[in-house]
Nanobody, 115 residues
């Protein structure tokens, strides 16, 4: 059974920071690219950042410079550090495990940014 558990969501004010965590199993951490997505109200789920098994990170243009993705092998965890949050960053944040054969989603964690 795939286990992707997001945590760290909450309510923050604009300009503040928040770190989300996606904790998974050792097997998935070692074999899957882990990505972070966001779904804001009334919009489709969009890719924010992803980290490959080799540690290569890529970002959507609209989060570059504000969001940082990192892998912690000791905890089988992929974090998304979000700085200078904006009201439009409000949404449900999901992590996704990606391979050439299967993709798996976590249950999501809510982030609300107030003005």
């Amino acid at each position: 059974q795939v286990q992707l558990v997001e945590s760290g969501g909450g309510l923050v004010q604009a300009g503040q920071s928040l770190t989300l965590s996606c904790t998974t199993t050792a097997s998935f951490f070692s074999h899957y690219t882990i990505a972070w997505y966001r779904q804001s109200p009334g919009t489709q789920r969009e890719l924010l950042a992803q980290s490959t098994v080799s540690g290569r990170s890529t970002y959507a243009d609209f989060v570059k410079g504000r969001f940082t993705i990192s892998r912690d092998a000791s905890k089988n965890r992929v974090d998304l550090q979000m700085d200078d949050l904006k009201v439009e960053d409000t949404g449900v944040y999901y992590c996704k495990a990606i391979s050439a054969w299967n993709d798996y989603w976590g249950q999501g964690t809510q982030v609300t940014v107030s003005s």
